[in-house]
């Protein structure tokens, strides 16, 4: 099926591991989104990218790091984990335009103890 | 501050009830999208609105954008068990197609 793939779908992180999440879209959109979801915070933008070799800050990205070397893949990556980095994360794809919505893929559920 | 305020932020009923979820802003918006997320899964657009005062049905679900473009609300009539989920709805502004999501409200709808 077409869509937005998240790997890993969970992971238990030591405080100062790091580790990169996967995100890969086979429906060749131009934007690419990192959210994470925690509760009473609802969604909130981290990194995004409006194009292959583009990336820019959203919300909340202190701790965050991202690359998009590849048009089809959006990597974010924790370089040194936080307990206060526990979350969902959430990764999403656009063609672009107000008109279509974003495409989400089933999500990373990160501890970090 | 919350750039979209949700309300109700819960929300329990019975089998056939009607509900109404609302979300607010101060800000105006290109377009409006409202999603729906089960647990364990990413949020799935159920609509966008973009022109203000439009009215959009899905089935049971109508969907109205506020002729400001700042608010917009969701109607559900006779709600099923089905129907029980996160409700988020985003705004976009700005370039890039950046979405600002509201808190979600989560309905439950009992048997």
């Known amino acids: 099926n077409a869509g937005v793939t998240q790997t890993p779908k969970f992971r238990v992180l030591k405080t100062g591991q790091s580790m990169t999440l996967l995100c890969a879209q086979d429906m060749n959109h131009e934007y690419m989104y990192w959210y994470r979801q925690d509760p009473g915070m609802g969604l909130r933008l981290i990194h995004y990218s409006v194009g292959e070799g583009t990336t820019a800050k959203g919300e909340v990205p202190d701790g965050y790091n991202v690359s998009r070397l590849k048009k089809q893949n959006f990597l974010l990556g924790l370089e040194s984990a936080a307990p206060s980095q526990t979350s969902v994360y959430f990764c999403a794809s656009n063609r672009g335009g107000g008109n279509y919505g974003y495409t989400f893929g089933s999500g990373t559920r990160l501890t970090v103890v | 501050t919350q750039l979209l305020e949700q309300s109700p932020q819960f929300l329990s009923i019975q089998e056939g009830e009607n509900l109404t979820v609302y979300c607010n802003s101060s800000?105006?918006?290109?377009?409006l999208q409202w999603y729906r997320q089960e647990p364990g899964e990413g949020p799935v657009l159920l609509v966008t609105?973009?022109?203000?005062?439009e009215v959009k049905k899905l089935k049971r679900l109508t969907f109205q954008f506020g002729d400001a473009r700042k608010d917009s609300s969701l109607h559900i009539t006779a709600a099923q068990p089905g129907d029980t989920g996160l409700y988020l709805c985003a705004g976009l502004r700005g370039s890039n197609y950046k979405l600002t999501f509201g808190k979600g409200t989560l309905l439950t709808v009992n048997p």
């Open positions: 609105v973009v022109t203000g005062g």
């Open positions: 800000s105006v918006f290109s377009s």
